[in-house]
């Protein structure tokens, strides 16, 4: 049962231009969510979180926006640049005082010049 | 400061050994969390350690095990190995209160 999903296992996109990276989760639960960042042969790297009594945190060039309704959350990095292209991974967290994530898939964004 | 570490970097075993992986934690970070990637599972949770304790533990069988240490240095095991074993074996260590997970770079299994 994949409680967290990221349905585009792969995204292209234009240097300069946006990325949006989706993910959507079906736990209630769930009240921290987290976008991880991950290169070939390194581990994942933190990126930005968001609290679920929040509807958007944002950090320089990356943004993340939560709906709660829809269990649905995305980030979006602006100005999108060559050296983003790398795997994403959303990660839930609703384990009080654990810590104990819940991934998806992930997904390979590449930047093209 | 010193990142995780993990080692060894990379392993090939044959089936029905067993393994053990290390993790050393990011100094002052109590907690120790092992995840397995692979493809197209994405990174799937293990077992959580603090304090010595395991505090949680994902769907995986028996035959993944873990312990830590007093200086908060992790040990994973796995026995009887599989090939469904073969993975990317990640670490992350974090602070207490902190939710941010930071991860070493893994040490792959292959299993043949």
Redesign the interface.
């Known amino acids: 049962d994949q409680q ?1 999903k ?1 349905n585009s296992p792969s995204l292209s996109v234009q240097e300069g231009r946006i990325s949006i990276l989706n993910c959507d989760y079906t736990n209630s639960m769930f009240d ?1 969510f ?1 976008w ?1 960042k991950k290169y070939p ?6 990126l930005i ?1 968001i609290s679920s009594i929040k509807d958007k945190n944002e950090d320089g060039r990356f943004t993340v926006f939560l709906n709660k309704s829809a269990k649905h959350l995305s980030l979006h990095i602006v100005p999108s640049q060559p050296g983003d292209s790398a795997v994403y ?1 959303c ?1 839930a ?1 609703g ?1 009080q ?10 997904t390979r964004l590449t930047i093209n010049p | 400061k010193a990142g995780v570490t993990q080692t060894p970097r990379y392993l090939i075993k044959t089936r029905g050994q067993q393994v053990t992986l290390s993790c050393s934690p990011i100094s002052g970070h109590r907690s120790v969390s092992w995840y397995q990637q692979t493809p197209g599972q994405g990174l799937q949770f293990l077992f959580e350690y603090f304090s010595e304790t395991q505090r949680n533990k994902g769907n995986f069988p028996g035959r993944f095990s873990g312990r830590q240490f007093s200086n908060s240095r992790s040990e994973m095991n796995v026995s009887t190995l599989e090939l469904g074993d073969s993975a990317l074996y990640l670490c992350a260590s974090s602070g207490q209160g902190i939710d941010e997970q930071y991860f070493g770079p893994g040490t792959r299994l292959t299993v043949t």
Do not use: C, H, I, R
């Open positions: 967290v990221q921290y987290l991880y042969a390194e581990g994942p790297t933190f979180s991974f990660a967290d384990v005082g654990a810590q104990k994530l819940v991934f998806g898939q992930g």
